[in-house]
């Protein structure tokens, strides 16, 4: 059955439905900030969402992503009878799988234009490397994009090897000296999670240099997908 009410827990995944059918999408976290304007009623974070007023919005489903949601919220709400997507996303494939089996199985509507240009665009042969880079996604404690992540594979499908992909950790805290001493060739610093600008990030990078870069072109799998290849794809 082709659903009607729709909660989001996952930004990303609130962008995309929001473009393929605003109508249905009823509810959304307070970090789902795409599109602009998105009005829908918003049931608190990604880690401590609002379950009552989730089940207030009577959804036919809610989607919700391994890592940035809690198995805990997941397990309340079904066991309040309420339908709950768990998407699994770790590469760029992963993601246009996720998105295939969204649209097709989950919430049956049409699958929208962007998403088979970003498998045209991501889903080929990895490109040889052309750099390395460093991703730190938090200060105080510094943590930077480990193995195994989305992040990491689009930036591998952009010719960017992450130095930091074989740690034991997905995100590893580290010291910004041992960022500094880990030989990539730019630091790249995004706008989210944590929100490093021109005068909080780069100051603490002595040898290698940093730049600034749009979180949600490098961590959200979505419709940004398709701009976040014109933004870092090589040439």
Known sequence: MTAQRVVSLVPSITEALAQARPEALVGATDWCTHPAGLDVTRVRGTKNPDLAAIRALEPDVVVVNKEENRELDVRRLRDAGVRVHVTVIETVPD???????????????????????????????????????????????????????????????????????????????????????????????PDEPYVFTDTDGPEAFTRTPTRLVSGRLITWYGPSLVEAHAALAPA
Request: charged share 25%; aromatic share 10%; net charge negative.
């Open 95 to 189: 993601a246009v799988a996720a998105y295939d089996e969204l649209f097709d199985d989950v919430l049956q509507w049409p699958r929208p234009e962007w998403l088979a240009q970003a498998r045209e665009l991501w889903c080929g042969p990895v490109p040889p490397a052309t750099g390395s880079c460093a991703v730190p996604v938090w200060r105080d404690p510094w943590m930077v994009v480990g193995r195994s992540t989305f992040t990491g594979d689009l930036l591998r499908r952009a010719g960017l090897v992450n130095v930091f992909a074989d740690h034991a950790d997905r995100y590893p805290k580290v010291e910004a000296a041992e960022i500094d001493a880990a030989g990539a060739d730019v630091v790249l610093l």
